[in-house]
């Protein structure tokens, strides 16, 4: 009898390169320097408005250095925790693009 010929077995495609885990990195930080200049902003402007007139560039440089030390100081935990909350919020949700939620 002629049995039909047998294709030759081919491995199983590999599984695409999902970055999850990447992905979830990229919005925490994205989050993070979001809440950030968002809890420093007001500090920020008002920085800019009560500026003094520098004499030299280097001046303005540190006086603007030190708005913007002063500005975050204290704020950063507080923009850690929203930006944790976020993205767990966001995964879990399934809001967030390209992030499954386990299980």
């Not at 002629?2 to 199983?12: C, I, L, Q, V």
């Not at 420093?40 to 913007?68: F, N, W």
């Amino acid at each position: 009898m002629n049995d039909p010929p047998r294709m030759p077995h081919r491995p199983a495609a590999a599984p695409a390169f999902r970055p999850a885990f990447t992905l979830l990195m990229l919005y925490f930080f994205a989050f993070f320097v979001f809440f950030a200049v968002l809890l420093a902003l007001p500090d920020l402007l008002e920085g800019m408005r009560t500026i003094p007139p520098a004499a030299s560039l280097e001046e303005e440089r540190a006086a603007g250095a030190e708005i913007a030390r002063r500005a975050v100081q204290g704020k950063l935990f507080y923009a850690l925790v929203a930006s944790a909350m976020a993205t767990g919020i966001g995964s879990y949700a399934r809001i967030l693009p390209g992030i499954k939620r386990p299980g």
